[in-house]
């Protein structure tokens, strides 16, 4: 069974400041997504991952993906209230179109 | 970007009855839809790979005969809790991705009530 690890589950901070969340596996990951939710809703992709060193920029959202592979970050930049949500990596470790492994989530709230 | 939808949006059953659960993709073709379960609080958990034209895979601890799916075309996938229960009850959502590409869209979910 592959894990993956995801940090902090929960982050409360002021609007205006910065943050980051962590995603990280003792395998390698053939792709890894990161996910919004909101309450009663499915998850919606903000970004896919495969390639080793790769940095995705999505607004004030930076995303990162470990040379190895085994590890992400996702870093918003003057988190804002509508920032506010859960925030889920998932990776798959198989290639091809595998089942995804999420990660438990980062329940972000920003207070304005 | 893709879209996924599911039906119904959410469902009240008593304990005993079979319940089904829709997943269909709407602007593209998936020969591989998986079945994911969400309880409170929680994290996605991956119950089943459906397969278009052959029989799913369960994960371990799914129980197949209790979870039945099937992959009736290439742009819907069913998923029956049968003789559900309680601790049933949980947020249901599937995924498909396109042309098998790992990256993978979700439908809005099914919140099962079983009373």
């Known amino acids: 069974t592959q894990l993956l690890e995801q940090s902090p589950q929960f982050l409360s901070i002021q609007e205006g400041e910065n943050l980051t969340v962590y995603c990280n596996s003792s395998s390698v990951f053939s792709s890894l997504q990161w996910y919004r939710q909101e309450p009663g809703e499915g998850p919606v992709l903000l970004v896919t991952?495969?390639?080793?060193?790769e940095v995705k920029k999505l607004k004030r959202l930076t995303f990162q993906f470990g040379d190895a592979r085994k590890d992400s970050s996702l870093h918003i930049t003057a988190a804002q209230p509508g920032d506010t949500g859960l925030y889920l990596c998932?990776?798959?470790f198989g290639g091809g179109a595998d089942g995804l492994t999420f990660g438990k989530g980062t329940h972000l709230i920003i207070q304005p | 970007g893709a879209v996924v939808s599911q039906h119904p949006s959410w469902v009240i059953c008593k304990s005993g009855t079979s319940v089904k659960i829709e997943c269909r993709s709407l602007?593209?073709?998936?020969?591989?839809m998986f079945w994911y379960r969400q309880f409170p609080k929680q994290s996605l958990m991956l119950m089943a790979t459906s397969n278009e034209g052959s029989k799913a895979t369960y994960e371990q601890g799914v129980e197949k005969d209790k979870f039945l799916i099937n992959h009736a075309s290439l742009t819907l996938s069913t998923l029956t809790v049968t003789s559900a229960h309680p601790e049933d009850s949980s947020f249901y959502i599937c995924s498909a991705p396109p042309q098998a590409r790992e990256t993978q869209y979700f439908g809005p979910g099914t919140r099962l009530l079983v009373l």
């Open positions: 602007d593209f073709q998936a020969t591989t």
């Open positions: 991952v495969v390639t080793g060193g």
């Open positions: 998932a990776g798959t």
